[in-house]
């Protein structure tokens, strides 16, 4: 069993910054890929950003890209996700997920665990 715990979210304005972070129970983080999704009020949970458990590749949701960053620390087994230029849009809760597949993916159900979720709030 995984306990992911998530932290870092809060009020940002359009344009501002915020790092997420999320911290994993098990000592056998690195031998998990981990991801990000969120989910807005009224919609579907979406992928918004995926590192593989040796950190490379990583994957971005479209709407992420080039402004979110994901990074990993095998050693706090933590993994991140760093936020900037952030807009309205991304107002959502952020859920952290850990997956034991092959490769880092961007359906949810190749996640076996996940967090409780911080809510991001980005206001214009």
């Known amino acids: 069993q995984v306990q992911l715990v998530e932290s870092g979210g809060g009020l940002a304005q359009a344009g501002g910054s915020l790092r997420l972070s999320c911290t994993a129970s098990?000592?056998?983080?690195?031998?998990?890929?981990m991801a990000w999704f969120r989910q807005a009020p009224g919609k579907e949970r979406e992928f918004v950003a995926g590192?593989?458990?040796?950190?490379?590749?990583?994957l971005y949701a479209d709407s992420v890209k080039g402004r979110f960053t994901i990074s990993r620390d095998s050693a706090k087994k933590t993994v991140y996700l760093e936020m900037i230029n952030l807009v309205p849009e991304d107002t959502a809760a952020y859920y952290c997920?850990?997956?034991?597949?092959?490769?880092?993916?961007?359906?949810?159900?190749?996640?076996?665990?996940w967090g409780p979720g911080t809510q991001v709030t980005v206001t214009s």
């Open positions: 590192i593989r458990r040796t950190g490379s590749p990583t």
């Open positions: 098990t000592r056998a983080f690195s031998g998990y890929n």
């Open positions: 997920a850990a997956g034991a597949s092959i490769s880092v993916a961007r359906e949810g159900k190749r996640y076996a665990y």
